[in-house]
């Protein structure tokens, strides 16, 4: 399979804490992305790293990848009760609209 | 600008039927991409279509089928429904420039089969 493998399956923190989740995958890629779910529903599209760049920020989201070790991070900082969700990472692997998903990390923020 | 849109959001299917899913990407998208989620195997590339072509297919068998108009509005189709298609179906467009890159899903279609 090409799907990536992320980490933890699971997390639960209290809200005002960092959370972090981390995403590998398993060939080379132009991009990876970021998705988050909430229960069930649609994904939303929250950040797009390029290869040839090494972080990236969107508000309280900064998203890693090491190409090297093809790995990448998501780290949420401050977090809220509503970022509780699951996240999941994302590539084409170079085939514009085929979306190759990670197993998703679970997140639970607790006021 | 209106999201992408699925009908129905709700089905329940006996064994054996057919289904037919709607997906309205957003205004101006002609990327849809089709996906299935399910507890056990996360989430699954079913097919994308552009321009009303067929352009990239998943692992998936010929029970499972799809379309595209000329207005961009898909359809998928499955026949001969299993227990194993209940999922969640998810469609979702990309905008021009951006054809499968950045993807805007819709809420999904939850697809039970009995």
């Known amino acids: 399979s090409q799907q990536g493998e992320e980490d933890p399956q699971a997390l639960s923190i209290q809200e005002g804490e960092n959370a972090t989740m981390n995403c590998s995958y398993k060939?080379?890629?132009?991009?990876l992305q970021w998705y988050r779910q909430n229960s069930g529903r649609g994904l939303v599209h929250l950040i797009l790293?390029?290869?040839?760049?090494r972080e990236k920020h969107s508000g309280r989201l900064r998203v890693t990848l090491d190409t090297s070790k093809k790995s990448s991070s998501l780290l949420i900082t401050a977090s809220r009760a509503a970022d509780t969700a699951s996240y999941f990472c994302a590539t084409d692997y170079n085939q514009g609209g085929k979306l190759i998903f990670g197993q998703g990390t679970e997140l639970s923020v607790k006021p | 600008k209106a999201g992408v849109t699925q009908t129905p959001r709700y089905l329940i299917k006996t064994r054996g039927q057919q289904v037919t899913l709607s997906c309205s990407p957003i205004s101006g998208h002609r990327s849809v991409s089709w996906y299935q989620q399910t507890p056990g195997q996360g989430l699954q590339f079913l097919f994308e279509?552009?321009?009303?072509?067929?352009?990239n297919k998943g692992n998936f068998p010929g029970r499972f089928s799809g379309r595209q108009f000329s207005n961009s509005r898909s359809e998928m189709n499955v026949s001969t429904l299993e227990l194993g298609d209940s999922a969640l179906y998810l469609c979702?467009?990309?905008?021009?420039?951006?054809?499968?890159?950045?993807?805007?899903f819709g809420a999904g279609t939850r697809l039970s089969v009995l």
């Open positions: 060939t080379s890629i132009n991009n």
């Open positions: 979702a467009s990309s905008p021009p420039g951006l054809a499968g890159l950045i993807q805007y």
């Open positions: 790293i390029r290869s040839n760049e």
């Open positions: 279509y552009f321009s009303e072509t067929q352009r």
